[in-house]
């Protein structure tokens, strides 16, 4: 989704539209140029970039043995990191993706991959995951483990942090997924 369309559709649903047939309009023709969240991208035909297989994953033995996450990446000096910025569960008419929080992870990830997609990023080259999820039950953390687990499927993962807020943009969306990746 273009930055000009994202923000157009926030200020239409978030702050209504002084003009709205201009809005509506305008958002409908953006809309025809784009796929709907429901057709699930591909993210794993993406080859990796040349420096990622200089990047080293740490797990110290003397921290807590997880699968989820690395405690810590170093990434090579002559890499080029691109920033994504949070993507959530909703799809181009910014209605909101999944019934619970496993879906929503998974229609933020699917965005994500679009992101990745747009810039030739592949799962190996994101390195740092940051996810915002509003916090309702202590299993949340375990479920979105499990889904970027799903995603990733590698054996390094990305360092992660997950922080358990109040609210995320509206009432209904519980997921925010940002990432930190690398380039040649």
């Known amino acids: 989704m273009t930055r000009a369309l994202h923000r157009a559709l926030l200020s239409a649903m978030l702050l209504g539209c002084a003009m ?21 991208p591909d993210c794993s035909k993406i080859p990796a970039s040349k420096v990622a297989a200089d990047v080293k994953y ?6 807590f043995e997880t699968q989820s ?14 920033l994504i910025s949070g993507q959530i569960p909703v799809n181009l008419q910014f209605s ?3 019934n619970d929080l496993g879906g929503q992870v998974k229609a933020a990830l699917d965005n994500l991959c679009r992101v990745m997609q747009d810039r030739h990023i592949s799962k190996t080259d994101i390195v740092r995951l940051g996810v915002s999820y509003v916090h309702k039950d202590a299993a949340d953390p ?3 483990a499990e889904q970027l687990s799903a995603f ?5 993962m990305p360092a992660t942090t997950m922080v358990g807020v109040s609210f995320l943009i509206t009432n209904q969306i519980r997921v925010q997924i940002e990432a930190t990746a690398i380039t040649d």
């Open 20 to 40: 709205p047939g201009v809005c509506w309009s305008q958002t409908q023709a953006a809309l025809k140029k784009f796929d709907d969240v429901g057709n699930r």
């Open 58 to 63: 740490v797990n110290p033995e003397t921290m």
């Open 69 to 82: 996450y690395s405690e810590s990446v170093i990434v090579p000096p002559n890499a080029h990191l691109v």
């Open 96 to 98: 909101v993706i999944g």
């Open 142 to 144: 375990f479920t979105i």
């Open 152 to 156: 990733f499927r590698r054996e390094e």
